[in-house]
T-cell receptor, first 116, second 115 residues
């Protein structure tokens, strides 16, 4: 149980385009979802926390107008990278909380974004 | 301040050697959880273990073992008889109740097992 999926697993786009990444909890209701970004050879950095039906809370330094997060249902959250630039190229990982044990986060497989 | 410190950035061992990955954490919370994850080159985080602050028993799972010592705020991970498939980046993480169970990740230790 407690499976989280992400789609797409890999995306390549041109600079200036927008990219949407989906995060789904497959077998539980995720009351909270988290989005992380990981640059090569670095750790995971939390970008934002979203609760279903509420606006996301962004970490300091993360532009909320550039990284749009929508958590419209208990099983789906989306991250849209607007007007992507090469410096946005990274590995994006989502996690979800709501399965058992309740206070644990279950991680998706990640999405590798490359902006040309 | 870094809540989770993994001082070893990179480790290389020869196959069949034992290796210990260090993790030191910092928290004022009395209820917290510690985790270890493995991240192979594919990128997907693989959950290895979860420990709560009230359970200091060491744990063994096959070739993996964990030593949790609250007195030194450490949660070290040992791989016995390492194998090439153990090559990956390993992350230690802390989750505190007081901060809404937000995860704090260490910087990771890259382990290379040489055949």
């Amino acid at each position: 149980g407690a499976v989280v999926s992400q789609h797409p697993s890999r995306v390549i786009c041109k600079s200036g385009t927008s990219v949407k990444i989906e995060c789904r909890s497959l077998d539980f209701q995720a009351t909270t979802m988290f989005w992380y970004r990981q640059f090569p050879k670095q750790s995971l950095m939390l970008m934002a926390t979203s609760n279903e039906g509420s606006k996301a809370t962004y970490e300091q330094g993360v532009e909320k107008d550039k990284f749009l997060i929508n958590h419209a249902s208990l099983t789906l959250s989306t991250l849209t990278v607007t007007s992507a630039h090469p410096e946005d190229s990274s590995f994006y990982i989502c996690s979800a909380r709501g399965g058992l044990p309740y206070n644990e986060q279950f991680f998706g497989p990640g999405t590798r974004l490359t902006v040309l | 301040a870094q809540k989770v410190t993994q001082a070893q950035t990179e480790i290389s061992v020869v196959e069949k050697e034992d290796v210990t990955l260090d993790c030191v954490y910092e928290t004022r919370d009395t209820t917290y959880y510690l985790f270890w994850y493995k991240q192979p080159p594919s990128g997907e985080l693989v959950f290895l273990i979860r420990r709560n602050s009230f359970d200091e028993q060491n744990e063994i799972s096959g070739r993996y073992s964990w030593n949790f010592q609250k007195s030194t705020s450490s949660f070290n991970f040992t791989i016995t008889a390492s194998q090439v498939v153990d090559s990956a980046v390993y992350f230690c993480a802390l989750s505190e109740e007081d901060t809404g169970n937000q995860f704090y990740f260490g910087t990771g230790t890259s382990l290379t097992v040489i055949p």
